[in-house]
């Protein structure tokens, strides 16, 4: 199967194995993995998915959840989700992520951080040995408008990311703005300062105007990668 088939083929599986009739909180990511995500829980049935409420990680998550006529819900209702499903940019060996392709992180962590469960679905692309192996881009910063520049400076001549930039919009003028009206920035760095990457996190977010951070270390329990094929890697 080509890359599609790869991802649904990685969603399918995840959803089989870790989306049960007894989870009922369930956090819907973001991306272009996710709705296969959908597309499998809606398999599992109208009766078994009207006890259940879904929980958007933003604006075309909630789509999703909305065209699937599944039932939407918000974490400040559900403080404890059963399981969250998501997408990445790129997964190391000990299921580090780089994630906020979509400009979505911020929500996603908190999602994902809510789950009892994290489960990270994607095509064979994103399955790395260590960060900054495939994806180029950088890792994703959500920052306040306001700060974005005094940010910038910071990641280009402190924390040792000269080509740090401003995430600009394909369909609009100016830069992306994010669901909580943010903005991001891309900023990359060479396997030496990213081969750690919890204290990469902790650095970047102490930087004053970051929002969040698309380093997600320790919080996934398993990813699940369909391979070209037609195999599905499984990593935990
Ligand atoms: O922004 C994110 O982290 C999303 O999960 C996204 O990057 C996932 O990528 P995908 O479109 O390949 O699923």
Same mark, same amino acid.
């Given at each position: 199967?080509?890359?599609?088939g790869?991802k649904?083929l #990685?969603?399918?599986?995840a959803?089989? /194995? &870790?989306?049960?009739? &007894?989870?009922?909180? +369930?956090?819907?990511? @973001? $991306?272009s993995t996710?709705p296969?995500?959908?597309?499998?829980?809606t398999? %599992?049935?109208?009766?078994?998915?009207? $006890?259940?409420?879904?929980?958007?990680?933003?604006f075309?998550?909630k789509e999703?959840?909305?065209e699937?006529?599944l039932?939407?819900?918000?974490?400040? %209702?559900f403080?404890? +989700?059963d399981?969250?499903i998501?997408g990445?940019?790129?997964?190391?060996?000990?299921?580090?992520?780089?994630?906020?392709g979509? *400009?979505? &992180?911020?929500r996603?962590?908190?999602?994902?951080?809510?789950?009892?469960?994290f489960?990270?679905?994607?095509?064979y692309?994103?399955?790395g040995?260590?960060? $900054?192996?495939?994806?180029? &881009?950088?890792?994703?910063?959500?920052?306040?408008?306001f700060?974005?520049?005094?940010?910038?400076?910071?990641?280009?001549?402190?924390l040792?990311?000269?080509?740090a930039?401003?995430?600009?919009?394909?369909?609009? #003028?100016?830069?992306?703005?994010?669901?909580? *009206?943010?903005?991001?920035?891309?900023?990359?760095?060479s396997?030496?300062? +990213?081969?750690?990457? @919890?204290?990469?996190?902790?650095?970047? /977010?102490?930087?004053?105007?970051?929002?969040?951070?698309?380093?997600?270390?320790?919080?996934?329990?398993?990813?699940?990668f369909?391979?070209q094929?037609? @195999?599905?890697?499984? /990593?935990?």
């Open positions: 199967p080509g890359i599609e790869a649904r #990685a969603a399918y599986t959803v089989d /194995k &870790h989306i049960l009739p &007894h989870h009922k909180i +369930i956090g819907i990511g @973001s $991306g996710v296969y995500v959908v597309e499998r829980i398999q %599992q049935g109208t009766e078994l998915n009207k $006890g259940r409420i879904f929980i958007p990680t933003g075309q998550s999703l959840i909305i699937a006529g039932n939407l819900g918000d974490v400040d %209702q403080l404890t +989700i399981v969250t998501d990445a940019d790129e997964v190391d060996a000990q299921l580090n992520c780089i994630k906020g979509g *400009a979505c &992180h911020l996603e962590k908190v999602l994902a951080e809510a789950a009892k469960t489960i990270i679905v994607a095509d692309r994103k399955n040995k260590y960060l $900054g192996e495939n994806f180029a &881009h950088g890792v994703p910063i959500e920052v306040v408008p700060a974005y520049a005094k940010v910038l400076q910071n990641l280009r001549s402190v040792g990311s000269p080509n930039s401003l995430r600009m919009a394909k369909a609009k #003028a100016g830069p992306v703005v994010t669901d909580n *009206a943010n903005f991001v920035i891309d900023a990359p760095f396997r030496d300062l +990213i081969k750690d990457p @919890s204290s990469l996190l902790t650095k970047i /977010k102490l930087l004053t105007g970051v929002v969040e951070v698309g380093l997600f270390c320790n919080i996934a329990q398993a990813a699940y369909g391979n094929d037609g @195999s599905v890697t499984i /990593k935990r």
